[in-house]
């Protein structure tokens, strides 16, 4: 080499040696905290699977203002406060990661104290009760936390008027005013079960029974199903979200049908109830609140769904496009700052977000936190089974589907 040319080159290495390393280099986790053990796993995974697709989409494009994205889990089992509390501890402890996302951790969201004392900026996508009663009377103590989910209010309000406008259109023939429900004793469940309550008897309902069985898996309903066939309730309610419990309960009811309308709460919206049941849940209704809005006035719904089917080779239920949503509008925030470590200002510019995502056009409260729930927000949906398929019939302005009365109820 002439001794020209090898100071040309050493001069090469030197400006090489001291430039930093390619943008694209740079790591940001982003930990995803999933139950992916016991009765909800398949939640669990949906959550994992959600996330890893939008990863890995942003990632084919060269990453965000210079940083690769990744996934880290955080199981946390059986929900309870020693699972997720390791669970965040874990994940917490990778100074690479700068915030948490979730369809949900806990039953009673305590780990939402623990990403405010953090400043770590934490998504969630459910038990938005327990979320507004934490956040709402000092909101500005937790900046960094946000929720997907609306108010659960009209899980507790919409039923009726929607029961009542089933019946003035002639759709549904219901024998009586008696409504009978049942929970498992988890806060989600409960809280929806006690709303439906009140709601029913402050419309002049008989509520027949308000049965409440340990949380966790359950295999016999039998003794609650006995009572119903005595008081033959028009309406059965069962608000436990496990898609294994209810199945049973349903294949259980099936054994000796009552003359019943059968409302289960978004279990019947997860896959796994589907596999569960098959053609056994035809008649099931149920409705979703920050679920998937997947009509042709929402698109976004559909290309998420036909994005995750292409991934996984299966239809997700909510939690899929829920958390995809979350690494998405966590992009974008982190787009609007440019570093994942400014966790505040990553969390402030995600409060600001005002987008259409799979469940309607997002905006937060900045009182609760929570997303903004109206029928040109974050609807409401209710949804009946047939045949396989998800009927949605209400709201009437995105219904791709009308009620029927199911089969097992008189005509």
């Known amino acids: 080499m002439k001794l020209s040319s ?37 939640d669990g995974n949906e959550m994992i699977n959600g996330a890893k ?39 917490a402890n990778d100074r690479e990661l700068n915030a948490m996302f979730t369809g949900y951790a806990s039953g009673s969201n305590f780990e939402i104290e623990t990403m405010a004392e953090q400043e770590m900026p934490y998504l969630i996508a459910a038990n938005s009760a327990q ?25 507790n309000t919409a039923m009726v008027p929607v029961l009542k406008g089933l ?15 049942i929970s498992s004793d988890n ?4 809280t929806v079960m006690s709303g439906l309550e009140k709601s029913f008897k402050e419309a002049g309902w008989t509520v027949t029974s308000t049965d409440l069985l340990p949380f966790g898996e359950i295999d016999n309903w039998r003794t609650f199903l006995a009572k119903v066939r005595q008081d ?24 000796q049908p009552t003359n019943s309308l059968v409302f289960i709460q978004y279990a019947p919206s997860v896959p796994e109830f589907l596999k569960l049941t098959g053609k056994q849940a035809t008649g099931v209704v149920y409705n979703l609140l920050g679920g998937t809005l997947n009509t042709p006035k929402n698109p976004r719904a ?13 239809d997700p239920g909510s939690y899929g496009p829920a958390l995809y949503e979350e690494v998405m509008i966590y992009a974008d925030a982190l787009r609007k700052v440019g570093d994942p470590t400014k966790r505040l200002n990553i969390a402030k510019a995600i409060g600001e ?24 927000a974050i609807p409401i949906q209710f949804f009946q089974i047939w045949d396989g398929k998800r009927v949605l019939f209400y709201p009437e302005q995105y219904a791709d589907g009308e009620f029927r009365m199911p089969p097992w109820m008189h005509q």
């Open 187 to 190: 806060p989600y469940s409960k």
């Open 232 to 255: 033959d309730p028009a309406v059965i309610i069962n608000t436990d979200y496990q898609p294994g419990n209810a199945a049973k309960f349903l294949t259980q009811f099936l054994e």
């Open 131 to 155: 979320t507004r009663d934490i956040i709402a009377p000092h909101p500005d103590k937790y900046p960094t936390i946000w929720s997907l989910n609306p108010s659960y209010d009209a899980y």
């Open 6 to 42: 090898l100071w040309t080159h050493l001069a090469l290495v030197v400006v090489v040696a001291a430039t930093p390393a390619f943008s694209a280099d740079k790591l940001a986790k982003i930990g995803v905290l999933a139950p992916l053990t016991g009765g909800s796993a398949a």
């Open 167 to 181: 019946q003035a259109s002639g759709k549904l023939k219901l024998p009586n005013s008696k409504v009978a429900l």
């Open 302 to 314: 559909a290309e998420i769904i036909k994005k995750y089917k292409d991934k996984y080779g299966n």
């Open 353 to 376: 977000t005002k987008k259409q995502i799979a469940s309607g056009m997002l905006s937060f409260d900045p009182k609760t936190h929570l997303a903004v729930q109206a029928d040109n």
């Open 53 to 91: 697709l939008a990863v890995e989409e942003i990632n084919a494009e060269g990453g965000v203002v210079g940083y690769k994205l990744q996934v880290v889990v955080g199981d946390t089992q059986n929900q309870s406060a020693d699972a997720v509390t390791s669970a965040i501890e874990r994940l």
